[in-house]
């Protein structure tokens, strides 16, 4: 079954504590993005990925680092995180770059930082 | 730059009625437009997609939305609305980069009463 997969889907952790919320897609897409969705924002754009080795900022990147070593997966670290970064994260992907092209997302990671 | 304005936080209908949900962009450039749909504790699913070829999209599950270049709208709209369709629904725009990057509103609550 095609399809973007996240893990853990739930974390709670604290303060400091390093983290990593891994995706996975097995579509062999190209692009790969994080989000954060917050309530009463919508879904903000953190990191996004245009092909392996390839990353670039969203509109929301502080405290967040990703890889993409593997065009496969493209984790979300998070080296120090902080109370503010308490949210809902999605992984999306898309076969191509191209603005009109369909992004495809993951379940969800709800993390909470004490 | 691009963004979107979801015009209403919450829509509530009663099952039967119909169904709009309002949205207004803002682009330098000719967007692509999706509607998304997240369902209580799910990830996101695609609804339809416009990407400059007919102005009126037609989606999964009876909706459908039309774009209107002179009014920069991009109106979901349903004829009769089903429990099923409680959800929170968000408009997004992409193209202002030429890639792949989302613009997300805020999201709409559609509540829909017995």
């Known amino acids: 079954e095609a399809q973007v997969t996240q893990n853990p889907r739930y974390l709670i952790t604290v303060t400091g504590k390093k983290l990593t919320v891994t995706c996975s897609q097995n579509?062999?897409?190209?692009?790969m993005s994080w989000y954060r969705q917050d309530p009463g924002l919508g879904l903000r754009q953190i990191y996004y990925?245009?092909?392996?080795?390839?990353?670039d900022k969203g509109d929301v990147p502080e405290g967040y680092k990703v890889s993409r070593k593997e065009k496969r997966n493209f984790p979300l670290i998070l080296e120090s995180p902080s109370p503010n970064q308490t949210s809902l994260y999605f992984c999306?992907?898309?076969?191509?770059?191209?603005?009109?092209?369909?992004?495809?997302f993951g379940p969800g990671t709800r993390l909470l930082v004490l | 730059a691009q963004s979107v304005t979801q015009l209403d936080s919450h829509v509530s209908v009663s099952e039967g009625t119909p169904v709009l949900l309002r949205c207004n962009y803002s682009?330098?450039?000719?967007?692509?437009l999706f509607w998304y749909v997240q369902h209580p504790n799910k990830g996101l699913q695609l609804l339809l997609k416009?990407?400059?070829?007919?102005?009126l999209v037609k989606g999964i599950n009876g909706f459908e939305a039309e774009f209107k270049k002179s009014e920069t709208s991009f109106h979901l709209t349903k004829p009769s609305a089903h429990m099923s369709d409680a959800a929170e629904y968000f408009c997004?725009?992409?193209?202002?980069?030429?890639?792949?990057?989302?613009?997300f509103g805020k999201g709409t609550m559609l509540l829909v009463s017995p």
């Open positions: 579509m062999n897409h190209e692009y």
């Open positions: 416009y990407t400059s070829a007919a102005t």
């Open positions: 990925s245009m092909n392996v080795e390839v990353t």
């Open positions: 999306a992907s898309s076969l191509g770059v191209g603005f009109q092209e369909t992004q495809y």
């Open positions: 997004v725009v992409s193209g202002a980069s030429g890639y792949s990057t989302l613009t």
């Open positions: 682009s330098s450039y000719s967007p692509s």
